[in-house]
């Protein structure tokens, strides 16, 4: 094995790595640390490893494009799938043109591979854009973006009526 030196001859208790310029992947990493500076008579060094994932990618999210319908009361309904190849998939959202962000169910958690189904609440007809974005275990984003087209023919869903004296 091949070791590449970070540091040497640290005087802090701190070293900084920075993971942005390394590859994805596993990394071995190995500390020695020696108090030859302050006892130079009598060193002592200690060795310490571990190994550590290093993830720059994001994941692919994709809403699959045929699955996008929407129904009669306005709302959009779509499948899609999130997958990362370091890391899992923590979580999913979705939102609607530029507005908030909405948590969806993830039948598993934690894995490579998540398949996700979003439903929205009845929309304002028009041009509209669903974005679905996936996080992975690191916190890299990634997303998938598709036009929907809410018909004008599209009718919200009524509130639901407030009782009449009539029905008490």
Not at 40 to 49: F, I, L, M
Not at 111 to 126: C, M, N, R, V, Y
Not at 140 to 164: C, H
């Amino acid at each position: 094995m091949t070791w590449k030196e970070l540091e040497k001859n640290l005087t802090e208790q701190k070293c900084e790595w920075d993971t942005s310029k390394s590859e994805d992947g596993r990394y071995w990493l190995r500390v020695t640390a020696s108090d030859r500076q302050s006892a130079p008579e009598d060193p002592r060094t200690v060795e310490a490893e571990a190994f550590v994932w290093v993830d720059n990618t994001s994941p692919e999210v994709l809403v699959f494009r045929s699955s996008v319908s929407v129904s009669e009361a306005g709302t959009v309904a779509a499948t899609g799938m999130a997958r990362d190849v370091t890391s899992p998939i923590r979580s999913v959202e979705y939102r609607i043109d530029d507005g908030e962000w909405q948590s969806v169910a993830l039948s598993a958690v934690e894995t490579s591979i998540a398949a996700f189904t979003i439903t929205t609440e009845a929309l304002d007809p028009g041009e509209r854009s669903l974005e679905a974005r996936a996080f992975d275990a690191a916190g890299n984003a990634g997303t998938d973006k598709v036009a929907v087209r809410v018909p004008e023919e599209a009718k919200a869903a009524p509130a639901e009526a407030a009782p009449t004296e009539a029905e008490g």
